[in-house]
């Protein structure tokens, strides 16, 4: 354990751009990574061994919300003070990781994001995918009386004691906005800071049309039913 | 007793018998076991008490008794799937802890086996 904060790496088939990602995290980044390789079943776990880059393999494919479940685990048991989700895909600039570090270490919020429209960045999403934000945009300051301006961003710090709260309990797919509003409404803080974020380098989306209105209808349900009860 | 009242009882103790020897021969857990059984025994108590229900069929308003009792049976099966998938739900997420505890614990074990090879 170099620093006290763990980068969580969370990658399924990432063949094409895991070595790039990671060879840019060690370049540019001072903290400890781990990459979850979740049950890849093309050369992703062969790359990650080959190079000795830190990781774990599950050995099934969990999804998003398990393999980021994993790392914080580990991070819980590791006894690291912050964990960073960052993308395999080169979506997030790992460059940027001491800016949600520096954040997060002034001590006024249990979670920062990284936002693309917390500010004017170049991003530029699919208009479906800003009617997503903008919905769950909306969703959010219903259930939680807050504002995030960027709700599906996976480019987030957290401390410790949040790090405990998702090594217990971590919705198992699509958990962006779940874990927003379930924070919020346990009165944990959370903080949005302006980030630049890439188109992704290589493989592709999992997202369809078909599993967005899917999210979108699931992850409005599960939240409205466990913020009532 | 006619013959619908005899073939409910058959049927009734068949399940009866078939719960019984799923337990027996350990195919079902303790507590799923027990569950049944109580299903298998009021089965057989709606099996002999057939024309009383047949009575309170009547007096709640229902002409045909089949319907009432497929009414009845609906709701039970309905719950019963219900509570078949929390258990489904609870052993996923056992499943899943597992997953995630050996894949730590296999890195763990690569760490140590890496640190004990570079040490003289």
């Given at each position: 354990m170099k620093s006290n904060v763990l980068v969580i790496i969370p990658a399924y088939n990432e063949e094409d751009v895991?070595?790039?990602?990671?060879?840019?995290?060690?370049?540019?980044?001072?903290?400890?990574y781990i990459v979850i390789n979740d049950g890849s079943t093309d050369r992703t776990r062969t790359i990650l061994s080959e190079n000795h880059f830190p990781h774990i393999n599950l050995p099934v494919n969990m999804g998003i919300g398990g393999a980021m479940q994993t790392g914080y685990q580990y991070a819980l048991e590791k006894g690291y003070e912050y964990a960073i989700q960052l993308d395999a895909d080169g979506q997030h600039n790992s460059d940027e990781l001491t800016l949600l570090y520096e954040e997060i270490r002034k001590g006024d919020a249990d979670m920062v994001i990284g936002s693309r429209f917390v500010e004017q960045t170049g991003y530029k999403g699919s208009s479906m995918r800003r009617i997503g934000i903008y919905y769950f945009q909306w969703v959010i300051k219903f259930l939680a009386r807050i504002k995030v301006t960027d709700p599906t961003s996976g480019y987030r710090i957290v401390n410790r004691k949040v790090i405990a709260?998702?090594?217990?309990?971590?919705?198992?797919?699509?958990?962006?906005?779940?874990?927003?509003?379930?924070?919020?409404?346990?009165?944990?803080?959370?903080?949005?800071?302006?980030?630049?974020?890439n188109a992704r380098m290589g493989g592709k989306s999992s997202i369809t049309p078909i599993k967005s209105a899917y999210y979108m209808l699931k992850v409005t349900f599960i939240s409205v039913i466990r913020s009532i009860l | 007793m006619n013959s619908v009242q005899l073939i409910a009882l058959l049927t009734a103790a068949l399940f009866l018998l078939q719960v019984v020897l799923f337990t027996s021969r350990n195919k079902l857990h303790d507590k799923q076991a027990f569950l049944w059984l109580l299903f298998a025994v009021a089965s057989l108590i709606v099996a002999i008490l057939l024309p009383q229900l047949n009575r309170l069929a009547s007096s709640l308003g229902i002409a045909y008794l089949p319907a009432f009792i497929f009414m009845l049976a609906f709701f039970v099966i309905l719950n019963l799937l219900i509570y078949q998938t929390t258990v489904i739900s609870r052993n996923e997420k056992r499943l899943n802890l597992l997953i995630q505890k050996t894949a730590i614990q296999h890195k763990e074990l690569e760490d140590l086996k890496r640190e004990k090879g570079d040490s003289p």
């Amino acid at each position: 354990m170099k620093s006290n904060v763990l980068v969580i790496i969370p990658a399924y088939n990432e063949e094409d751009v895991i070595f790039e990602t990671l060879s840019k995290l060690q370049c540019s980044s001072p903290f400890d990574y781990i990459v979850i390789n979740d049950g890849s079943t093309d050369r992703t776990r062969t790359i990650l061994s080959e190079n000795h880059f830190p990781h774990i393999n599950l050995p099934v494919n969990m999804g998003i919300g398990g393999a980021m479940q994993t790392g914080y685990q580990y991070a819980l048991e590791k006894g690291y003070e912050y964990a960073i989700q960052l993308d395999a895909d080169g979506q997030h600039n790992s460059d940027e990781l001491t800016l949600l570090y520096e954040e997060i270490r002034k001590g006024d919020a249990d979670m920062v994001i990284g936002s693309r429209f917390v500010e004017q960045t170049g991003y530029k999403g699919s208009s479906m995918r800003r009617i997503g934000i903008y919905y769950f945009q909306w969703v959010i300051k219903f259930l939680a009386r807050i504002k995030v301006t960027d709700p599906t961003s996976g480019y987030r710090i957290v401390n410790r004691k949040v790090i405990a709260e998702f090594a217990h309990s971590y919705p198992v797919d699509y958990p962006e906005v779940e874990v927003l509003v379930r924070l919020a409404q346990k009165n944990y803080t959370i903080k949005e800071i302006k980030v630049n974020m890439n188109a992704r380098m290589g493989g592709k989306s999992s997202i369809t049309p078909i599993k967005s209105a899917y999210y979108m209808l699931k992850v409005t349900f599960i939240s409205v039913i466990r913020s009532i009860l | 007793m006619n013959s619908v009242q005899l073939i409910a009882l058959l049927t009734a103790a068949l399940f009866l018998l078939q719960v019984v020897l799923f337990t027996s021969r350990n195919k079902l857990h303790d507590k799923q076991a027990f569950l049944w059984l109580l299903f298998a025994v009021a089965s057989l108590i709606v099996a002999i008490l057939l024309p009383q229900l047949n009575r309170l069929a009547s007096s709640l308003g229902i002409a045909y008794l089949p319907a009432f009792i497929f009414m009845l049976a609906f709701f039970v099966i309905l719950n019963l799937l219900i509570y078949q998938t929390t258990v489904i739900s609870r052993n996923e997420k056992r499943l899943n802890l597992l997953i995630q505890k050996t894949a730590i614990q296999h890195k763990e074990l690569e760490d140590l086996k890496r640190e004990k090879g570079d040490s003289p």
